[in-house]
């Protein structure tokens, strides 16, 4: 017995692309395109608990067959059609009326097929009674499948018969409805599934470290220079400890304002409720600074809140209220504001959107690399003892090696780059030619030291590139002052060692 989910395309049309951005078709539909709609369909229906319990289901069961004809292409001529309203909240605004409103390129590519019925199939046995009937309550409520004019019927049967069949490109899967839902929340446009490679091996996950590759970024905004005084100067890369200490700090001020003083997370604050510091991995804040690119100056662009695990903290209805009690809606500007003061410095940072400068994306530090490298020094976990520079440079290795188990990756060895192994460079300048070096010169003015927190401005500071057996997957941050941006590293290039 199988379970076959038929779509009737009402229309004779499929109005569905490939991906945003393209200008192809997605024929036939694909299993995540499905699930999503009614996944949709369950969100409009007020998200019963026993249609979530059967899209858990469905998203369980091995991998469906697609049975669908072919067809054409239809040509996608380019229309220009008006974008959503503004949301600029200023009376008046004239970019609302049909006569003065932008209007955008858009193309709708569609698929003429054949036979307008397709098929999904799964090969496992039909769910019980009741899960069958909610699978088809959500299938009656799915009106569409991609573009809104692409009309559907929809009805899942349990039938045995056999049908011309093929692999889909992409899939559901185990949690495909919880990041549905948590993209949702969050304000994203969801991705597409998973694709599916059945003669491909499984590949194995690169080691990770415990933070998330979920960052939310706050830039120092292009236009400081217009907006003057307001917005700030932001301070050099040197001072950027004391940044991220000040935005960890007005954050936790925004749950006072909403009323929730007493119950900042330890995931936010990092200090227990007795004011020690949390053993457990926390929200670190890293500064994002023009690094190796071409032409690179070192100027610290901006920063972002790195949670720990798999991101959950920025889903959180709490801390998405905190950010929104400090960071007031600018109508004039379209966007929220963070306002920040430390010692010696007072600025202005804005919630990014799609990061339209390279240096504000978090890419460089979140992929799968062997070599890493060090954008700012970092802090040693404790004193050295050793007496001699060659016992000193092996317990800096010692330590930074200790370091990365403390994140969760593997442990490089001690050895020296070109023994043949994985390695740590220990140096007192960093492997990107615009970073600031741990230590300045003997003749150099004070401000050329990087200014740290009181709880670890006596520690040593190193900068380090670090080699290891295979690609392990970023956010590395590193020391003591990981939390607060220091010890942060970005991929290296193997032919820049």
């Known amino acids: 017995m199988t379970l076959v989910l038929e779509i009737e395309h009402l229309l004779g049309i499929a109005f569905a692309a490939r991906t945003p951005a393209s200008v192809q078709p997605d024929w036939p539909p694909q299993p995540d395109r499905v699930f999503s709609a009614l996944v949709a369909s369950w969100g409009a229906r007020g998200e019963q608990p026993e249609e979530r319990r059967a899209l858990e289901w469905l998203e369980a069961q091995p991998v469906p067959a697609v049975a669908a004809s072919g067809g054409r292409a239809r040509s ?47 090969s496992s046995a039909a769910p019980e009674p ?46 495909r409805l919880a990041e549905l839902e948590r993209n949702y929340r969050a304000g994203r446009r969801p991705g597409a599934g998973e694709t599916v490679r059945p003669s491909a091996p499984a590949q194995a996950e690169p080691p990770h470290s415990v933070f998330s590759k979920r960052w939310l970024v706050l830039e120092y905004p292009e236009d400081a220079d217009e907006i003057g005084p307001v917005a700030g100067q932001m301070p050099d890369l040197r001072a950027s400890a004391l940044v991220a200490k000040a935005v960890r700090d007005t954050l936790m001020a925004g749950y006072k304002k909403i009323g929730l003083g007493a119950e900042i997370p330890a995931v936010v604050s990092g200090h227990t409720a007795d004011g020690a510091p949390l053993a457990e991995p926390h929200l670190a804040v890293v500064p994002l600074a023009f690094l190796g690119w071409p032409h690179a100056d070192g100027r610290v662009l901006g920063f972002a809140l790195v949670p720990p695990g798999a991101g959950e903290l920025l889903d959180d209805d709490t801390f998405q209220r905190a950010v929104k009690a400090i960071a007031p809606w600018q109508p004039d500007r379209a966007r929220r504001e963070i306002e920040l003061a430390g010692p010696g410095f007072a600025l202005t940072l804005a919630l990014a959107g799609e990061a339209r400068r390279k240096s504000l994306a978090p890419s460089p530090y979140v992929g799968a690399a062997e070599i890493w490298a060090t954008c700012t020094p970092i802090v040693l976990d404790r004193h050295l003892k050793a007496a001699t520079n060659g016992e000193r440079d092996q317990e800096i290795r010692a330590l930074i090696a200790r370091a990365c188990g403390n994140i969760g990756l593997p442990e490089p060895a001690r050895v020296a780059i070109g023994d043949g192994g994985p390695a740590i460079a220990p140096s007192k300048h960093s492997a990107f030619d615009a970073a600031p070096s741990a230590y300045p010169s003997g003749r150099a003015p004070t401000w050329t030291g990087w200014r740290l927190p009181k709880s670890i401005a006596s520690r040593r500071l190193t900068h380090a590139v670090l080699e290891f057996d295979e690609a392990v997957a970023g956010p590395v941050i590193l020391g003591a002052g990981r939390f607060v941006g220091l010890g942060l590293c970005r991929a290296l290039e193997r032919d820049r060692r």
């Open 76 to 122: 996608a001529a380019t229309v220009f059609v008006p974008p959503n309203d503004p949301q600029t909240g200023r009376v008046g605004d004239l970019a609302v009326l049909p006569a003065t409103r932008r209007r955008q390129p858009r193309r709708f590519p569609a698929f003429r097929p054949d036979d307008p019925i397709v098929r999904l199939i799964w």
């Open 130 to 175: 009741e899960l069958m009937a909610a699978l088809n309550a959500l299938a009656a409520d799915t009106a569409c499948l991609g573009h809104s004019a692409s009309l559907v019927r929809c009805r899942f049967s349990a039938d045995g018969a056999a049908a011309e069949t093929a692999s889909p490109r992409r899939q559901i899967y185990p949690g």
